[in-house]
């Protein structure tokens, strides 16, 4: 886990698509995108053509950018790993961009939180949630990174289980009942997610819908961005 300064201001937002992002950037005034902290939702890599791209701009722009790490973040470092462990594993073609990560973009990926907190704003965020009725010191990586719907059980920790299959049982934002209000991405297909003590901007921009930018402090706190994709991204490489 993370911490950012109580005085920091923070707009939560997906950048997996780096041409709509400038795009939403732009139409935002030049000194309000400087002084704001962003703060991205995870997947940086895997969901388009220009990984490297974002990678660069968010390294380079690290004073007013930071990112938790999500499942395709995850899973670049693993298949990365696994190519270079041995000589029989071989790279999928959607995956080839990675021989072309620098020494900087490896380490910027390995150190990746899975959480970022902002205690004064009493938020946390994070790539896809938390299992209700778990403190979230002892929620497993998996989950966060992961997770998307649940199930009531007795017999797991805090009293549900995560479904892997889509839309089966409830979202876990829906049970999530702080005190921390939770930031999270990961969960496309639901598009727009807005709970008491969650909110879930993934607007699958990378599919060809819209990319979701939220302040949650400041005098917009409360105010969404969004910038309609130029074109579904989904591995078109």
Request: glycine share 8%.
């Amino acid at each position: 886990m993370s911490d950012v300064s109580d005085s920091a201001d923070c707009w939560n937002t997906i950048s997996i698509c780096i041409e709509d992002f400038r795009s939403m950037s732009r139409r935002l005034s030049a000194n309000l995108v400087l002084c704001v902290l962003k703060i991205f939702v995870g997947d940086l890599v895997r969901k388009g053509p220009k990984n490297l791209e974002v990678l660069s701009y968010i390294r380079n722009n690290s004073e007013s950018c930071l990112s938790v790490r999500g499942n395709n973040d995850e899973k670049c470092l693993i298949r990365l790993y696994s190519a270079q462990a041995s000589g029989n594993y071989t790279l999928k073609s959607q995956d080839k961009w990675m021989v072309g990560l620098s020494p900087a973009d490896l380490e910027y990926l390995e150190d990746l939180p899975y959480t970022i907190s902002i205690p004064s704003l009493n938020a946390i965020i994070v790539h896809a949630g938390f299992i209700p009725g778990i403190p979230i010191e002892k929620q497993h990586p998996w989950t966060l990174m992961n997770i998307r719907d649940i199930d009531p059980d007795s017999e797991c920790p805090g009293g549900y289980r995560p479904i892997v299959k889509k839309f089966a049982g409830h979202p876990w934002a829906s049970k999530w009942k702080g005190p921390q209000h939770v930031y999270f991405g990961h969960d496309n297909k639901k598009k727009l997610q807005l709970y008491p003590f969650a909110t879930g901007i993934d607007t699958s921009c990378f599919r060809g819908n819209y990319l979701t930018g939220l302040f949650i402090s400041g005098f917009r706190a409360g105010a969404f961005v969004t910038q309609n994709a130029f074109r579904p991204y989904h591995y078109d490489y």
